[in-house]
């Protein structure tokens, strides 16, 4: 591990006095970036603690938002009241991930910044574009069972490995960040990047930019939310397939449907195609399966993971069906 000046911030102004660089990284819950450090995938000469931040609450707004503070440990977020009755799938999909002694350290704004487990990413022995733009993509044409169907290029196949982020992407969450210029708002669905040319830039989070909060708008009445994952072992571990669902359910007929997936995809994957296949159609499950076939439709499959096209389809089959059950 390369050695590093260590700082602590205990306000947000004090974080953005920060000079901004690619060199410069803060620290909270640790369960990526350290992880990284050890294995020489990432090298700040600086790291800025940002564990004292006041950003650990998590509060309904006059507009009937939740506003979750950056900060929030993931476990706290998981059990909180409010996400519990209102967000279930906020909760399903945080208690799914890791565990508890990492849910008990992980941020929400981490979470929202985790890095891909592909392996060669995480072994510097392999060129990786992510790490080093140009070096190539040893996964392309190697073993790729884990890597992503949705939104690759000939550059990047990596997964987007959160589940937090799959469940607030179908809760349509707005990211709020403070840096140099100010404060801006950034809808969950605009915040990642498809990996194209350039793998290296993941989201739109630039050198000295701050995550201090995510909102949550609220819900219709009556909608119901589900998460549901598929993976190789039961706990601890990553998905394959993972599907997050938001509806609201009359007379048998799905309306607000949202639709996210995780595992399959180069971020996590909001289906407007599958949520137009069911906005307004009956809850069937030949309507379940259509929509799940259009989820999919644009898969590409690489070598080892052709599997991941129909586990991913009957994972949001299966939550579909959850979903609706006894509506
Ligand atoms: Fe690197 Fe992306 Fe290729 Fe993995 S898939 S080796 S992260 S460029």
Request: aromatic content about 6%; charged content about 20%; overall charge positive.
């Amino acid at each position: 591990m390369r050695t590093f000046d260590y700082t602590r911030a205990d306000n947000v102004d004090a974080v953005l006095r920060v000079n901004p660089s690619p060199e410069t990284k803060f620290v909270a819950g640790g369960t990526t970036l350290i992880d990284l450090m050890k294995l020489n995938v990432e090298t700040p000469s600086r790291l800025v603690d940002i564990n004292p931040l006041p950003l650990t609450n998590i509060e309904k707004t006059s507009d009937g938002a939740l506003r979750i503070g950056a900060m929030v440990r993931n476990s706290d977020l998981a059990h909180d009241a409010q996400v519990q009755q209102q967000y279930a799938v906020l909760s399903q999909a945080l208690l799914s991930g890791a565990s508890p002694q990492l849910r008990n350290m992980a941020t929400t704004g981490g979470n929202l910044l985790q890095r891909t487990r592909c392996y060669y990413f995480r072994d510097t022995a392999y060129p990786c574009n992510k790490r080093k733009p140009g070096s190539g993509c040893p996964a392309i044409g190697g073993f790729n069972r884990i890597h992503a169907i949705l939104g690759g290029s000939e550059d990047c196949i990596a997964t987007n490995p959160s589940d937090m982020a799959v469940a607030m992407m179908a809760l349509e969450a707005t990211v709020h960040i403070r840096g140099a210029t100010g404060e801006r708002s950034v809808p969950l669905i605009e915040f990642y990047f498809v990996p194209g040319s350039t793998p290296n830039r993941e989201t739109v989070v630039g050198p000295g930019d701050l995550i201090t909060y995510v909102t949550l708008p609220p819900l219709p009445n009556g909608a119901r939310s589900y998460y549901l994952k598929r993976r190789d072992r039961s706990s601890y571990e990553f998905a394959l397939a993972s599907a997050a669902v938001v509806a609201v359910v009359q007379g048998g007929r799905m309306q607000h449907v949202r639709v996210a997936m995780g595992g399959v995809g180069t971020k996590p994957w909001r289906s407007k195609e599958a949520e137009q296949a069911l906005e307004g159609r009956q809850a069937s499950d030949a309507n379940f399966r259509a929509a799940a076939d259009a989820a999919l439709r644009d898969a590409k499959p690489q070598r080892y993971n052709g599997f991941k096209v129909e586990l991913a389809k009957r994972t949001l089959t299966r939550a579909l069906q959850t979903l609706t059950q006894n509506a």
